[in-house]
C-alpha cells in the first residue's frame, strides 16, 4: 500500500459538537463483523427522517456533497461508546479524512487502527465552508485552502499512527509485521 501524504478533495461541514458513536452509526447496525454496508448507515438517524426517507436538509444529503472527502466537525467528535465500527462506517462512506477541533480520544484510536486519518485542528472548523477544496499534508499536518492559498495547521499525525494509516490499519500493520503480507 502506498503512504497516504497528501488528501485533496472539497470538504463537508457538521455543524455540530460532541457527536457520539452512536449518532456516528446506530447500535441497531453493530450486528456485522464486516464493513460492507456500513457507509450506508453513516449517520442514519440523523440522514433520514422517521419514515426512512432521507432528510434534503442534512448535509451529506445535499448535492454538493457528494464525493466530498473531508469532513469537517467541531469539538469531541466520537465521544459515546468505543465502536470500531464509528470508522469503518464513515471511510465506508467514501470519507477520507475528518477534521475536528477534538476528538474523543477512544474514538482517535479506533480512527487510525481502522485506517481512517484524521487531524486536530481547532481553527479548521471556524475557517472552513461546505464546498472549500482543501490539500491536507498528513505529514506535518498542513491544510492548504485552494480558493484562497491560505494554509491551517493542524496537529500532524504521529510517525506510528502514519505507519498504522499506510498500512491500511492496525490489522494490516500487525500482519506486516509478522511477515504474513507484503
Same mark, same amino acid.
Given at each position: 500500500?502506498? !503512504? ?10 457538521? %455543524? ?9 452509526? !446506530?447500535?441497531?447496525?453493530l450486528t456485522t463483523t ?5 457507509? @450506508? ?8 427522517? !422517521? *419514515?426512512?426517507?432521507? #432528510? !434534503? *436538509?442534512?448535509?451529506?444529503?445535499? %448535492?454538493?456533497?457528494?464525493?466530498c472527502q473531508v469532513l469537517? &466537525? ?29 476528538? &474523543?480520544?477512544?474514538?482517535? #484510536?479506533? @480512527?487510525?487502527?481502522?485506517?481512517? %486519518?484524521?487531524?486536530?485542528? %481547532? ?16 505529514q506535518n499536518g498542513e ?5 484562497? +492559498? ?17 498500512? +491500511? ?8 509485521? @509478522? +511477515?504474513?503480507?507484503?
Amino acid at each position: 500500500m502506498d !503512504p497516504i501524504r497528501v488528501i485533496r478533495s472539497k470538504t463537508v461541514v457538521m %455543524p455540530s459538537t460532541n457527536i457520539d458513536t452512536d449518532q456516528i452509526i !446506530p447500535a441497531r447496525f453493530l450486528t456485522t463483523t464486516t464493513r460492507e454496508g456500513l457507509g @450506508a448507515a453513516l449517520f442514519a438517524d440523523l440522514r433520514n427522517g !422517521p *419514515d426512512g426517507q432521507p #432528510r !434534503p *436538509d442534512f448535509v451529506l444529503n445535499r %448535492p454538493e456533497s457528494r464525493g466530498c472527502q473531508v469532513l469537517v &466537525a467541531g469539538r469531541n467528535i466520537g465521544c459515546g461508546s468505543s465502536r470500531e465500527h464509528a470508522p469503518m462506517a464513515i471511510k465506508g462512506a467514501g470519507v477520507s479524512l475528518v477534521i475536528a477541533k477534538s476528538f &474523543a480520544r477512544i474514538f482517535y #484510536r479506533n @480512527a487510525f487502527n481502522m485506517g481512517l %486519518p484524521i487531524l486536530e485542528c %481547532p481553527e479548521a472548523f471556524d475557517s472552513l465552508n461546505e464546498g472549500d477544496e482543501v490539500s491536507v499534508f498528513l505529514q506535518n499536518g498542513e491544510i492548504t485552502i485552494s480558493k484562497n +492559498g491560505r494554509k491551517l495547521k493542524a496537529q500532524p499525525v504521529p510517525e506510528f499512527m502514519q505507519s498504522l494509516l499506510n498500512a +491500511g490499519g492496525l490489522m494490516n500493520y500487525v500482519k506486516k509485521k @509478522a +511477515g504474513l503480507v507484503k
